[in-house]
């Protein structure tokens, strides 16, 4: 007889789901294997449920995509509560993780470490968990690479909400509130030098030009202009979301001049890189 899949236990798949590329959901994938032996499952059956959720994801749907036909009833009250309050059922998904699959991350880098020590506030730990599910579903939605130049160090990379984590809460930890950018790019986001139109282009501010702009200054913003933002294999990035930064952030407070411009981003792109440039 099968057994019945608890509510720890879908939290997890479902949390799994959004940080992994749908073109890994297999059986041999370490991660599914790891998270299989915590849940006491087979990983072919861990694989299956995920793509049981992916029957319900829109954005593959559009894809023409389609996951498998034997989702339950619990499996789609989970992705409906997860799309009613994405930020608890993250922190509760993350929460879970800790529960069932012990302290240390499952796969390296992947799942994050519960702190053990009394004196990080409980407030911090759950910030932090909720920050790394948006971080992880967001980069994995755009396969590592940034929305606007395609860039895919890793280590370049964040995932930048578009209505900020201060503004809205219940979009905090939503991948549909997100971006993968690079440091550069998502630094010129947040200052309101670029931003998404309705038709998935982006725009660029007035104030990033200048008369002889250098090189990397032309290429990394002058020049992407009205080009198409990277489409996301999932969650791509809400519309009302995107018209909300156009009307409250672009524009307002970008650098004016070449100087400025290079003084904003600079030494965000330096400390990514180490400081070797």
Known sequence: MRRAWSRDELLIAFNLYCRMPFGRMHQRNPTIIAVAKHLGRTPGSVAMKLCNFASFDPSLQARGVRGLSGASLADREV??????????????????????????????????????????????????LVQSFFRQAVLASYEGKCAICSLGLRRLLTAGHIIPWSVNRERRADPTNGLALCSLHERAFDTGLLAVDDSMRVMVSAATRCDRPPPVHRVALLEIEGSRLVRPRRFAPDPTALAWHRENVFGCGGATTCQTTVKVIGPRVLAALGGTI
């Open 79 to 128: 992705w409906d509560e997860f799309h009613a309050d994405w930020t608890q059922l993250a922190l509760n998904s993350q929460q879970a993780v800790g529960r069932i699959c012990g302290r240390e991350p499952v796969v390296a880098e992947e799942f994050p470490e519960i702190p053990q020590g009394p004196s990080e506030a409980v407030r911090s730990v759950r910030v932090r």
